[in-house]
């Protein structure tokens, strides 16, 4: 818990995201990045809404595959998105930071 607090972690990443969608949503994005954005937006969209009944879902090899491809969009997209646009490049230290933890 002290990494995170060292870090001003969770108030750096709710900045950084709301940032990324501010200029995602309005269209400020290359068309690179805006299809980034799409990608993790979506992602996180399924992740929030996801519905495990069993154990046995919950520990399927299909939602650990899904799960899988979400962190690799979550962790990355934001790097990519952050060091390509200008605006954003403020949070791209704490992008790679935060894949890291």
Do not use: C, P
């Not at 990324?20 to 980034?36: K, P, T, V």
């Not at 990519?80 to 930071?97: Q, V």
Request: proline residues 0%; hydrophobic residues 35%; negative net charge.
């Amino acid at each position: 818990m002290y990494m995170f607090l060292k870090n001003n972690f969770f108030n750096k990443q709710d900045s950084m995201y709301r940032d990324i969608y501010r200029y995602g949503y309005g269209g400020q994005l290359s068309e690179r990045n805006q299809s980034d954005f799409y990608l993790l937006e979506k992602g996180l969209e399924n992740v929030n809404n996801l519905e495990v009944a069993t154990l046995a879902e919950l520990n399927s090899e299909t939602l650990m595959n899904f799960l899988e491809i979400q962190e690799y969009i979550y962790l990355n997209k934001a790097i990519e998105i952050t060091e390509t646009t200008d605006s954003l490049k403020k949070h791209s230290g704490f992008a790679r930071l935060k894949k890291g933890f």
